[in-house]
């Protein structure tokens, strides 16, 4: 029986916050909490509420649907306060400060700011709606994967507040999810709100496998958990798509994470150069759980199967990495992935049909998606230049050329984890997120995918800057209720100036109320050392340690003395390699 240790790469205990500094850590919770009651509340009248709204028969909250703009305002302030919190809240999770914000205040904070949102409508999509269709196609008997919501006729409760793009379409989603939507909407039956409320919390249960693994895969890696917590689950994107749009990316995200845990639970580590140790007892069944699970994420999301790639470079790692040990773990790899794909969707009353559904988002070109605007913009010079429109020819070129490249973007990085020049998770989020961002149909929470596991691995200030700002930017593209508003643009710009006024006004009673600490500039001798030129933390030199557990800049841990291959924790039971 092996105990597991602390992993070499752990990123160090920090010390307990100040008393100025728990003060702040309190008014950033009040002030997104308030800030999540203002969405809620917006909710009610700016949100994707159903064509049948219940809220429409409850005295006072039946108000806000008849003032849109000003709910509207209302969730636009939620939106900013939320952000703003979130923010300030990463001043006290900087990996490089000697005190941070401890596990169980951000687990409070995330239940203060998402409470509020549990029971409202769903906010910035319709995609909700969608489940509810395609779930109950199946619940009557025929195959989501051949008909759209439609077939139910387009009178029925749960297809009317189905986007018309949408109704005609085949499910895009695993066989796993349209199976336990099937058993939501065989309890609720017509009732669309609580078929929404079972899908949230649907979602939160995902969600909290998320909160539980994230911290265990950030340990492993050497990035302080409260650091991986605050960007990868408190993150705006995860409040108002995942939690507020319902979307069931939470439950594949989830899974994938906790496979990637299971699997590594007894993988030793090792350098590059040093002999493999011997195989401990039970690691292979660890492997196959871990593997099993990954698999079982895909049959809700196709998208966490690439996670079963890098898994796989992480075994080769952990014996010579070799060519030979790749095809060993690749072959082990696809015969897990066959065996119980294969189970889940025969055992859920599907076939492989589901393969056909998986381009039924392309038909959508989001406006925020970079290849779907480059195809627009070529459409519009060819009818400028008398050429004629050939958007739709332009984009599905694109969209080809675009897997094309990120699926070299993944190869390049399988390669590159292999050799010791990146970390497998860190490889895993780039590729994962280059399918995402290359996407015609790009919406904002597919980049979760690429943040949630890079906040586990990837330790440098520059990632956290970046994913800071994408964050920012793309939690704030999309409206409330989903609606681009059509023919009624004027609206936005009332609502979004009268909210942040008003925001502006709570910033000023926050900054007038909190302790010097939360605005003012850290202190260097809070810092665990002096600011100096950030190191290169992703990818290393052969001698410095192949990939190490730095994290790039932001502790005083020598990267020399933290080596990591699989990141499981070293065994008792078995020789370990040097530090």
Not at 34 to 51: D, E, Y
Not at 133 to 150: A, K, W
Not at 317 to 346: F, S
Not at 358 to 386: D, R, Y
Request: glycine share 12%.
């Amino acid at each position: 029986m092996w105990v597991p240790t602390r992993s070499p790469a752990h990123p160090g205990d920090r010390e307990p916050l100040t008393a100025d500094e728990r003060r702040s850590v309190r008014l950033v919770q009040t002030f997104g909490t308030f800030g999540s009651l203002m969405l809620a509340f917006g909710s009610l009248g700016a949100g994707a509420a159903p064509v049948l709204n219940p809220v429409n028969t409850l005295p006072v909250l039946r108000l806000f649907a008849r003032i849109p703009t000003v709910s509207l305002a209302l969730a636009f302030i939620g939106m900013i306060m939320l952000i703003a919190g979130w923010l300030l809240l990463g001043r006290f999770a900087r990996p490089s400060r000697k005190r941070i914000v401890g596990r169980r205040e951000l687990h409070r904070t995330l239940l203060l700011w998402i409470a509020p949102l549990v029971v409202i409508p769903p906010v910035f999509t319709r995609d909700p709606y969608v489940y509810l269709g395609q779930s109950e196609v199946l619940t009557r008997g025929m195959d989501p994967y051949e008909v759209g919501p439609e077939a139910l006729g387009n009178g029925d409760p749960l297809v009317v507040g189905v986007a018309n793009i949408w109704r005609d379409t085949p499910a895009p989603y695993g066989p796993l999810f349209l199976r336990i939507g099937s058993w939501i909407t065989g309890i609720t039956g017509e009732h669309v709100s609580g078929g929404i409320l079972l899908f949230r919390l649907l979602t939160l249960v995902g969600l909290g496998v998320v909160v539980w693994v994230l911290p265990r895969l950030a340990d492993r890696f050497g990035v302080p958990p409260s650091t991986a917590l605050w960007l990868g689950v408190a993150n705006p994107l995860v409040l108002f798509h995942i939690v507020g749009g319902a979307h069931n990316d939470a439950l594949g995200i989830g899974l994938m994470l906790l496979g990637l845990e299971v699997g590594l639970r007894r993988l030793p580590y090792r350098v590059r150069g040093d002999s493999p140790p011997p195989r401990a007892t039970g690691e292979i069944a660890f492997v196959v759980a871990g593997a099993a699970i990954i698999t079982v994420a895909a049959t809700i999301k196709l998208h966490a199967i690439v996670a079963l790639g890098f898994f796989g470079v992480m075994i080769a790692r952990r014996w010579y990495g070799g060519i030979t040990d790749l095809l060993k773990a690749a072959a082990g790899m696809l015969v897990i992935c066959a065996v119980v794909m294969t189970a889940v969707t025969y055992g859920v009353g599907l076939d492989y049909g589901w393969v056909n559904g998986l381009s039924t988002p392309t038909k959508l070109w989001n406006w925020i998606a970079p290849t779907a605007e480059i195809g627009q913009l070529g459409g519009v010079l060819g009818v400028a230049l008398g050429l004629g429109n050939h958007t739709a020819g332009i984009i599905a070129v694109l969209a080809v050329l675009s897997y094309l490249a990120a699926g070299a973007i993944t190869v390049k990085f399988l390669w590159d984890s292999l050799h010791w020049r990146y970390r497998p998770m860190i490889g895993l989020g780039v590729s994962v997120g280059a399918f995402m961002l290359l996407h015609v149909a790009m919406q904002p929470w597919w980049l979760l995918w690429a943040i949630i596991p890079l906040a586990a691995s990837a330790g440098t200030s520059r990632f956290r800057v970046l994913a800071t700002g994408m964050t920012v930017v793309l939690a704030v593209l999309i409206p409330p209720n989903g609606s681009p508003f059509d023919g009624r643009l004027y609206t936005l710009p009332q609502a979004y100036f009268a909210g942040g006024l008003v925001v502006l006004g709570a910033l000023a009673l926050l900054w007038w109320r909190a302790p010097a600490v939360l605005f003012a500039r850290t202190d260097p001798d809070d810092l665990l050392r002096p600011p100096g030129p950030a190191r290169r933390g992703h990818r290393r030199g052969h001698a410095e340690g192949p990939d190490s557990a730095d994290t790039g800049g932001d502790t005083s841990r020598p990267t020399e003395s933290a080596p990591e291959a699989s990141g499981a924790a070293t065994r008792e039971d078995a020789p370990r390699s040097r530090p």
